[in-house]
């Protein structure tokens, strides 16, 4: 795990050193330990390494032990019902630990907290967390830790949203060879069963000469496979207008000499242009694997659905990109049980993914978030029904998968070594495509880019052995 810190600048100096000071003495070990647990897409990942970038300038380490913790902190997601459960559930799960340890210091934040009824919910059935914060309140952590714990009052900190972009934040990333980059934040897409736009509030983009200096320090310190992330990265530089599509952004960034993959995530098929499908063809570092999130495979649904595309032009986008990268690795997400779904419509979800040999497939089945308009349209299909499509789906998938990967064996991938497996005594790693690949080695590759001969595909996990350089 690598602790590295950007400039300060962003967060309030004064305020972190005062927080430094209050800890070293309020902490019960050594040193001030913080649990940070995040739930969610990876855009909440990287919000949680700014996070844990400034509580290391406040003198934190981590531990991944709750018990241990002088701070506990739950970054949440708010995309499903499930996630919010479980949130809920592991909070009620600290009554006690705080009743025991009652110098603990709880906190929340991300998007479950932009919803007022959670926070209502938080304010009344949960006294026992002190803080609680939205994402737009991201750079005012200190400020906000620091009012909470020298007021002794619980702190509620929500909306906020400015329209700007937080840089120069500091950072603590989690992986040595893996790096997120956010380049967007925000959607205004609002498809109708979507709760994102609600929390995270309006698309923004980075200045692409900000992007570009984090990418260069990035590059510059041993990352190998960085990954752009926004909501919608193919609408990046409509707002503000800095003269820089997404297309154009990955040919500047493409430009930085190095040995590393480049990633993104996620594409709007409304926004995919044949432009950004020749940008990854032509390039050097960009990976060869495109998530394209299709949710429904059936024109009714899709516009029900708000999502501005229909399966004629997806497939369309398909066949272009396969076209111009006869490689390329294609994952994306669907969605089961949108109300008023029959089961007719349903299977052109089924026949969509045939069509389209996905590598892997995220499914998830429909769920009511309140405000959206999806929520108050009517779903008279039983959830029971929708499970038994939801198993439809996920075989189809899963036979789709296997055929993909026995198509595997015997070519040669270039991989990404990432890690020692010990139980397995084998090293990991990952295609261009994002598919995991084991074989023997030594773990003296971990970070660095090897060509692997695929011998076997089981359970969808490649297992392969290294092809020694030319020459040796
Ligand atoms: N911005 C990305 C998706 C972000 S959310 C995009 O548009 O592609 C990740 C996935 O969660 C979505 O693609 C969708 O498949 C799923 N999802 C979002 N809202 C959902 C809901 N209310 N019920 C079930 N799945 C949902
Ligand atoms: Fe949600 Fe649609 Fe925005 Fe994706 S594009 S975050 S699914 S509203
Ligand atoms: Fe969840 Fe927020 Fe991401 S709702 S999926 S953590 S943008």
Redesign the pocket.
């Known amino acids: 795990m690598s602790e590295s810190l950007f400039s300060a600048a962003g967060t309030d100096r004064q305020t972190i050193e005062q927080l430094r000071q209050i800890f070293k003495t309020r902490k019960r070990g050594e040193v001030p330990l913080a649990f940070v647990h995040t739930y969610g897409?990876q855009q909440n990942v990287a919000d949680s390494e700014h996070i844990q970038g400034m509580l290391l300038q406040m003198g934190f380490a981590f531990t991944q032990d709750a018990e241990q913790a002088d701070l506990i902190l739950f970054n949440t997601c708010a995309?499903?019902e499930h996630a919010e459960d479980r949130v809920f559930g592991n909070v009620g799960a600290l009554k006690n630990l705080k009743r025991r340890c009652p110098e603990v210091l709880i906190a929340l934040c991300g998007c479950m907290m932009e919803q007022e009824h959670v926070a209502e919910r938080i304010k009344k059935s949960y006294p026992y967390v002190s803080l609680v914060f939205g994402p737009h309140q991201i750079p005012n952590f200190p400020k906000l830790l620091f009012t909470c714990v020298t007021q002794h009052e619980r702190v509620f900190a929500r909306g906020g949203e400015t329209g700007e972009v937080p840089e120069g934040l500091p950072i603590r990333r989690e992986g040595r060879f893996k790096a997120w980059l956010s380049v967007m934040y925000g959607?205004d897409?609002f498809?109708s069963?979507?709760?994102?736009p609600y929390v995270r509030g309006r698309e923004r983009s980075r200045n692409p000469q900000a992007v570009l200096s984090e990418f260069r320090g990035l590059v510059e310190a041993g990352y190998k496979d960085i990954t752009l992330l926004g909501?919608?990265v193919n609408s990046y530089g409509k707002k503000p207008d800095y003269g820089v599509n997404f297309a154009q952004l990955l040919r500047m960034l493409d430009e930085v000499p190095g040995d590393y993959r480049i990633r993104f995530?996620?594409?709007?098929p409304k926004d995919c242009t044949r432009e950004l499908l020749d940008t990854m063809a032509g390039s050097t570092h960009i990976a060869h694997h495109l998530?394209l999130?299709f949710?429904s495979g059936n024109d009714r649904i899709l516009k029900e659905m708000n999502r501005h595309y229909d399966r004629a032009k997806y497939l369309e986008l398909v066949s272009y990109a396969r076209r111009v990268m006869p490689d390329i690795s294609l994952t994306s997400?669907?969605?089961v049980g949108f109300p008023g779904e029959t089961y007719e419509e349903f299977l052109d979800t089924v026949s969509l993914i045939q069509e389209v040999e996905f590598t892997s497939l995220?499914t998830?089945?429909?769920?009511?978030?309140r405000g959206?308009r999806?929520a108050s349209m009517p779903d008279p299909v039983p959830a029971k029904e929708k499970s038994r499509w939801f198993q439809e789906l996920c075989k189809a998938q899963e036979a789709v998968a296997a055929r993909r990967c026995a198509a595997a064996v015997g070519t040669v991938q270039r991989v990404l070594v990432e890690e020692e497996i010990p139980k397995k005594g084998l090293l990991t790693g990952r295609t261009g495509g994002n598919v995991v690949v084991d074989f023997p080695g030594d773990p003296a590759l971990c970070g660095t880019f090897q060509h692997v001969r695929i011998t076997n595909a089981r359970n969808w996990i490649l297992t392969g052995e290294l092809v020694p350089p030319a020459g040796d």
Not at 193 to 196: A, D, G, K, L, R
Not at 265 to 268: D, I
Not at 364 to 369: A, K
């Open positions: 897409c995309i499903r959607c897409n498809c069963y979507c709760i994102v909501q919608n995530m996620t594409s709007h998530h999130p949710q997400d669907v969605i995220f998830f089945i429909y769920s009511p978030r959206t999806a």
